[in-house]
């Protein structure tokens, strides 16, 4: 599976990026037909501390799936958008 990252505004450290990596790289346990994942990182322009936006884009035969998710973090966000990317394709391998 490919992992693109784009950040907006922003160069993601290290840590984060193995922390992105070792995350979507378990997606693939729980669906095998994962073509891609398109990783989106940005920090919205507001005064509140939650302003970590993390967008993944799931590559899957058919329709992609997509989840966005913004919190105080970029890992928390991450962590957010992998808990729900799992269960939609643990659903959508139920329903194949």
């Known amino acids: 599976m490919k992992i693109h990252v784009k950040s907006l505004g922003l160069t993601p450290h290290a840590p984060l990026e193995e922390h992105l990596q070792k995350k979507l790289n378990k997606l693939e346990t729980y669906y095998d037909k ?11 322009n507001s005064s509140e501390k939650e302003n970590k936006t993390a967008e993944i884009i799931v590559g899957v035969p058919g329709d992609d799936i997509v989840v966005k998710k913004t919190s ?13 990317a799992k269960k939609l394709l643990i659903k959508k391998k139920e329903l194949a």
């Open 34 to 44: 994962i073509i891609d994942c398109k990783v989106f990182l940005k920090v919205e």
């Open 72 to 84: 105080a973090s970029f890992e928390e966000s991450l962590d957010l958008c992998a808990e729900v």
